[in-house]
């Protein structure tokens, strides 16, 4: 069964009759007590090698499962669900491909019965006509194909999940760094499994919309719980974890061509409180406090250039840790860094790419970064937050319980807005979409660099100093 996509480029199973090819196959062995054919013969209607080839692993296809299915029904019985189960999905699987091979869409009977116009179901039965030889008696299993008379097997949803990340998210994978990937699989598991936890591992098609606004009433108890001493679960929480199950209920049905049925999870949404921007650091506090000399002594050596190069650059923390050694242009008449997305990881938003010219403290903390970057916290987001902000608490370099690591970054946006730095370039440099329109490239490399040469802090050179002779192995 596993061998059909081997046979795409051989004539095994062919034979031409004048022009037009057959699928000319032997019964196995193993299956001549099951299917007495012995063996089959059907025109596949073309002339065409190509053409015949691809109905021939249609063909081909068909019947393995058709015998895999006989196999379980005659040595297994109906012994467990799995088997039932899959003894059903390889009926259901035979039928479609049957029918594609026939030139239609596997529907089942009852929409060929209630929605299909009345042409494509006489379309259909002409075809099992055509189908059934000198005899005229229909062939079963055309009739099953072709007129619908297989059950369509229920999906689970926690089955439906493990399809939707083999066959149908493939896009929202194929970029992502393998800790990316494990993030954003680890958050919609989560959610699957709440609902799971909630309604019992059900067949995806049997969620109604009843079951779905009971759903939603669990989580409006969490959102504003009764209780006064419960802690309130905030909003986008809840409204993040209905929205994956929902998601999966319409990404699940497209994928299978059902793109009109209802998602019975629509239109529910809790209303969240606007959210409260991260403080930036105050340019006196970076001055006095951050870029004291031995501020942040003994902390790891790239923790601490990272620290840095966030001052002047306005970079978010992951887009520092993933730098390359590429990535760091030191030797150019304006020495930058580029920040990009590879194949392997990807950036925020596309405006996310961009040239970062090096200035001040960021400048000669990239000199020390450039020559291995960052390989101990490559790809390791939540690690160097955690870290840092640890670091950062410890020695009293958060100005307010409400700083964090983010507030660098705004910060540095806040200068350039305070030293009236053009607003398309103060995007450029953030990597924001702007709300103009755009002219030109951001401007040239010494132009950005002069400009941000205007609002760069000042610092005494004893902190790359001690750095330096605190690291001098890691320096070397």
């Known amino acids: 069964m596993g061998g059909v996509m081997k046979r795409v480029v051989d004539n095994s199973y062919l034979e031409q009759r004048g022009r037009v090819w057959w699928y000319n196959r032997r019964v196995p062995r193993k299956f001549a007590h099951l299917d007495t054919r012995k063996r089959i013969k059907e025109s596949l209607g073309t002339t065409s090698l190509e053409q015949a080839r691809y109905k021939r692993d249609l063909l081909a296809e068909a019947d393995d499962h058709y015998w895999a299915s006989l196999r379980i029904a005659d040595e297994t019985g109906p012994s467990t669900n799995r088997e039932v189960s899959e003894a059903v999905c390889r009926r259901y699987k035979m039928a479609t491909v049957k029918a594609l091979a026939s030139g239609f869409v596997y529907q089942p009977i009852d929409h060929l019965a209630t929605e299909a116009p009345l042409e494509e179901a006489l379309a259909r039965l002409l075809a099992v006509q055509n189908q059934a030889g000198p005899a005229e008696i229909p062939k079963e299993r055309d009739a099953e194909a072709l007129l619908g008379g297989a059950t369509k097997p229920t999906v689970t949803v926690s089955e439906s999940f493990e399809i939707y990340l083999s066959e149908i998210a493939y896009n929202a994978q194929l970029y992502k760094s393998p800790n990316q990937r494990a993030s954003w699989e680890k958050t919609k598991r989560t959610s699957i499994q709440y609902f799971i936890d909630f309604a019992g591992d059900i067949a995806l098609e049997e969620i109604t919309r009843e079951l779905a606004l009971k759903y939603q009433k669990?989580?409006?108890?969490?959102?504003?719980?009764?209780?006064?001493?419960?802690?309130?679960?905030?909003?986008?929480?809840?409204?993040?974890?209905?929205?994956?199950?929902?998601?999966?209920?319409?990404?699940?049905?497209?994928?299978?061509?059902?793109?009109?049925?209802?998602?019975?999870?629509r239109n529910m949404?809790?209303?969240?409180?606007?959210?409260?921007?991260?403080?930036?650091?105050?340019?006196?506090?970076?001055?006095?406090?951050?870029?004291?000399?031995?501020?942040?002594?003994?902390?790891?050596?790239?923790?601490?250039?990272?620290?840095?190069?966030?001052?002047?650059?306005?970079?978010?923390?992951?887009?520092?840790?993933?730098?390359?050694?590429?990535?760091?242009?030191?030797?150019?008449?304006?020495?930058?860094?580029?920040?990009?997305?590879?194949?392997?990881?990807?950036?925020?938003?596309?405006?996310?790419?961009?040239?970062?010219?090096?200035?001040?403290?960021?400048?000669?903390?990239?000199?020390?970064?450039?020559?291995?970057?960052?390989?101990?916290?490559?790809?390791?987001?939540?690690?160097?937050?955690?870290?840092?902000?640890?670091?950062?608490?410890?020695?009293?370099?958060?100005?307010?319980?409400?700083?964090?690591?983010?507030?660098?970054?705004?910060?540095?946006?806040?200068?350039?807005?305070?030293?009236?730095?053009?607003?398309?370039?103060?995007?450029?440099?953030?990597?924001?979409?702007?709300?103009?329109?755009?002219?030109?490239?951001?401007?040239?490399?010494?132009?950005?660099?002069?400009e941000l040469l205007k609002i760069a802090h000042p610092f005494d050179r004893r902190v790359m100093k001690l750095f330096e002779q605190e690291n001098q192995g890691w320096c070397a």
């Not at 969490?222 to 419960?230: I, W």
Request: net charge positive; proline share 7%; charged share 30%.
């Open 269 to 450: 949404h809790f209303k969240a409180k606007s959210r409260k921007e991260v403080p930036p650091f105050s340019t006196d506090w970076v001055r006095t406090k951050i870029l004291a000399p031995g501020a942040t002594r003994r902390w790891n050596p790239e923790l601490q250039l990272i620290l840095l190069m966030l001052i002047e650059t306005g970079c978010r923390p992951s887009e520092i840790i993933n730098l390359r050694v590429e990535d760091f242009h030191m030797d150019e008449p304006v020495p930058y860094i580029a920040i990009r997305a590879r194949t392997d990881r990807e950036v925020k938003t596309d405006t996310s790419e961009r040239d970062i010219p090096l200035v001040g403290i960021s400048l000669e903390a990239a000199k020390r970064a450039a020559p291995r970057a960052f390989a101990h916290y490559y790809d390791r987001n939540e690690l160097v937050s955690a870290n840092m902000m640890k670091n950062l608490r410890n020695r009293g370099l958060l100005e307010t319980p409400e700083h964090k690591v983010y507030s660098l970054r705004h910060a540095f946006e806040k200068r350039m807005q305070e030293a009236n730095i053009d607003y398309g370039l103060r995007c450029l440099l953030m990597g924001h979409k702007t709300t103009r329109p755009v002219y030109g490239d951001g401007g040239s490399l010494e132009y950005r660099r002069d």
């Open 218 to 265: 669990h989580w409006a108890k969490q959102v504003k719980p009764k209780d006064a001493k419960t802690k309130p679960m905030a909003p986008n929480t809840a409204n993040r974890h209905i929205g994956n199950i929902r998601s999966l209920y319409t990404d699940y049905f497209k994928h299978i061509g059902e793109e009109e049925r209802p998602n019975p999870f």
